[in-house]
């Protein structure tokens, strides 16, 4: 079974219809995925990735985006391309089979049994045939296809034991595009480092090279590549052995990594933990480096112009294919150190250092500029020059106070790319005044408070703005107002003091002056009433007025006070006796949601009693802290006959 995108399908039969469609920004095609990496290959144009879980090969562009796929290969482990790039051979222990692949459709072109156990399991393409390695731990051998025998002559194409008794596990594989007839083997399964050059070209392996394991090489080998232009190998991604005479020895290493791939110019592209390193032949710092996931990248392989390397790299459901492009191009450090501190309109210097891996020019140039409050979109400054030993240095003015920022840039040439950085000056600006009204005083409940800010002396900008913060976790903070101040440096907004507010004035600042702020706390009473009932008359005993109750009848007091869920009034009750009044008692009660609280209190039953009651809300002590403590007025009982 296979499947072709519909981007795909689309550019083959309406070519045009489909670029007038992605010129007017159609859905971005599927970035390549797998979930067990199984073979990576790349040609001119594509990019095949073989599936091991799910048995799929899919073939994806040079961005990375899947542009065809083809399932029913199960447990497929690696991939090759033929000479012509015209065949994809896919190996599948599974079904153990080579299976050949259309490049330019994935269509299955032929089947190749291999009648063994175990394998095929790596598979590469050198000398006009298809080499593949098979075998368990202790029976490992390679065997080959040759693609022009046509099985329905009668011979098999597949031929097995064509390196017997050299290797004890299956082996990996490797070819070099610049030396088509040479095929590199190395031992797999095993902590021992058995590895091999053979010729293939005449389609019979001869013997080149042959390293029995015995760790005076390595401890195992998980990757070996051909070095191009060189009768050498790398293994591990990082060692170099020299062939010669028929057997190997050490020539070099590059300083760390786990495996790599090399491009046909020799270019060596090295996974190193989080990271893929670029290496010219040889070299000991890495030409470019790029970080890829945390997680680590599983495999890489190069495009045949060397101008891009695909990597598989590690994603939370898998493995995604990334491409790295620019990989000839060095990437240089730029360092920028400004200071700390300055003095606003006082002259500042500013020292870098531009260095690389690769020699830079001589006497090349770096941009600078400046980005403060007054040219908050950057001002282009005088370019400098770089010395010889990479370091340069500016002096500037900043005719702006506050955060002044100096990026300095690197445009690149034609070995490096480009590169910026920056750094930021904390600039000295004057203090101005800044003064807020209204601070510490009572209103009575709903007033209507006009605060005024007054601003002193400052460069451009004359803005104020007014925030009010009730007291109260059920309201926040609000601009009120925001203007320019008048002439005399005023700015007033109003606030509706139903209860303790803080107001706030900030200034912003400009270029010459700090921000300022300041804070005014104003306080509110609450709105609190008594009503009185169940008497029969009022009358005044001496300047006061009274309610008059018979001495058996309870009187009913309702108090009315500004609602906040939770709050409470306190009751206070006091009677009249030895020419003063004295307290009785003191009491807290809830409020209704509709602000209410009614009281029954109890006859005395004796006439000529006086008493006088009054509500009142204590801050703090009432259930809440958002009004300030406010007493009700005195209501005055008398009790008769």
Not at 27 to 41: D, Y
Not at 90 to 115: C, F, G, N, S
Not at 136 to 161: E, F, M, Y
Not at 507 to 535: E, L, N, Q, W
């Amino acid at each position: 079974m296979r499947s072709t995108s519909a981007a795909t399908a689309l550019a083959v039969l309406f070519s045009s219809a489909a670029l007038s469609v992605a010129a007017a920004g159609s859905a971005s095609a599927a970035t390549a995925s797998v979930t067990t990496p199984g073979g990576l290959v790349a040609d001119a144009t594509r990019v095949f990735l073989g599936d091991n879980s799910s048995g799929t090969v899919l073939a994806a562009d040079h961005a990375g985006n899947v542009v065809d796929s083809v399932s029913g290969i199960p447990g497929v482990t690696d991939l090759a391309l033929s000479a012509d790039g015209g065949t994809l051979y896919a190996a599948t222990p599974e079904l153990h089979e080579i299976v050949a692949l259309d490049t330019a459709t994935l269509d299955v072109k032929a089947r190749y049994t291999v009648a063994t156990t175990d394998g095929p399991r790596y598979v590469a393409v050198a000398g006009g045939k298809v080499w593949f390695s098979y075998g368990d731990q202790w029976s490992g051998d390679i065997g080959s296809v040759d693609p022009a025998v046509d099985p329905a002559s009668g011979t098999d194409p597949v031929a097995l034991g064509q390196f017997s008794g050299k290797v004890w596990g299956q082996a990996l594989l490797d070819t070099d595009p610049t030396a088509p007839g040479l095929l590199a083997v190395g031992e797999t399964g095993l902590s021992t480092d058995s590895m091999a050059v053979l010729d293939v070209s005449s389609g019979t392996p001869q013997q080149l090279a042959w390293h029995n394991g015995d760790y005076s090489l390595n401890n195992g080998i998980g990757d070996i590549d051909l070095v191009p232009g060189a009768p050498q190998v790398l293994f591990n991604g990082k060692d170099r052995a020299k062939y010669a005479d028929g057997k190997f020895t050490l020539a070099g290493s590059y300083p760390s990594g786990q495996r790599a791939d090399i491009a046909a110019n020799g270019l060596v592209a090295q996974i190193n933990g989080d990271k893929v390193a670029v290496y010219q032949p040889g070299a000991t710092q890495p030409l470019r480096t790029y970080t890829t996931s945390t997680n680590g990248t599983a495999d890489l392989t190069w495009s045949p112009d060397a101008s891009r390397i695909f990597a598989l790299v590690a994603s939370s459901s898998g493995y995604t294919l990334k491409a790295l492009t620019g990989t000839t191009l060095n990437v240089p450090t730029l360092t920028v150190n400004a200071p700390a501190t300055a003095t606003r309109a006082k002259p500042l210097t500013v020292t870098g250092k531009l260095s690389a891996t690769v020699p830079l020019p001589a006497g090349v140039q770096l941009t600078v500029t400046r980005t403060d409050l007054e040219s908050p979109n950057g001002k282009a400054l005088a370019p400098v020059t770089v010395k010889a030993d990479g370091t340069y240095s500016f002096t500037n003015t900043p005719p702006a106070g506050g955060k002044v920022k100096y990026t300095v840039k690197y445009a690149g040439d034609a070995q490096h790319t480009a590169v910026s950085a920056s750094d930021t000056v904390e600039v000295s600006r004057a203090a101005t005044t800044l003064s807020l009204n209204n601070n510490g005083k009572l209103y009575s409940y709903g007033a209507d408070v006009k605060f005024t800010a007054h601003l002193g002396t400052t460069y451009k900008n004359r803005s104020v703005s007014i925030y009010a913060d009730p007291f109260g976790s059920d309201k926040g903070k609000k601009l009120i107002k925001t203007g320019t101040v008048n002439a005399d440096g005023n700015i007033s907004a109003w606030v509706d003091m139903t209860r303790d507010t803080a107001v706030t004035a900030v200034f912003s600042g400009d270029a010459r002056y700090k921000p300022k702020t300041v804070k005014s706390t104003a306080y509110a009473k609450v709105k609190i009433s008594t009503a009185v009932s169940k008497h029969y008359k009022t009358a005044k005993i001496g300047t006061k007025n009274y309610y008059w109750f018979h001495k058996s009848t309870d009187p009913l007091l309702t108090t009315t006070m500004s609602y906040y869920p939770g709050r409470q009034q306190r009751f206070d009750l006091q009677a009249y006796y030895n020419g003063a009044w004295h307290t009785l008692g003191q009491e807290y009660f809830p409020l209704g949601s509709n602000g209410k609280s009614a009281i029954t209190l109890e006859a005395p039953g004796e006439s000529g009693i006086k008493a006088r009651v009054r509500s009142v809300y204590v801050n703090g002590s009432s259930g809440d802290s958002v009004n300030s403590t406010t007493y009700g007025a005195w209501k005055y009982l008398y009790f008769s006959n």
